[in-house]
Nanobody, 115 residues
């Protein structure tokens, strides 16, 4: 069973930065896709950024130019560097991974951006 453990959330002022980390364990196989989703109160969960094992990335339009996703395949770890944070970035951020065709989720980490 694949487990995803996130860290790095917290409270930051608008314009500040945070770095999220997510470490995957429980699989000896390559993780095809890793990424981050977020869910704000009263809203649906949305994709923030994703990255393949080959390094291809995609981003939500709202975070392009501010967030950077990266991964360390040897450590099965994905990172999300978030710069120029805005109050509208406030949400619970969830790590996501696809192993073969199965989806796995982390428990979520709160990111709060104050104005």
């Amino acid at each position: 069973q694949v487990q995803l453990v996130e860290s790095g959330g917290g409270l930051v002022q608008a314009g500040g930065s945070l770095r999220l980390s997510c470490a995957a364990s429980g699989t000896a196989f390559s993780i095809n896709v890793m990424g981050w989703y977020r869910q704000a109160p009263g809203k649906s969960r949305e994709l923030v950024a994703g990255i393949t094992s080959g390094g291809s990335t995609n981003y939500a339009d709202s975070v392009k130019g501010r967030f950077t996703i990266s991964r360390d395949n040897a450590k099965n770890t994905v990172y999300l560097q978030m710069n120029s944070l805005k109050p509208e970035d406030t949400a619970v951020y969830y790590c996501h991974a696809i192993v073969f065709t199965r989806n796995y989720w982390g428990q979520g980490t709160q990111v709060t951006v104050s104005s």
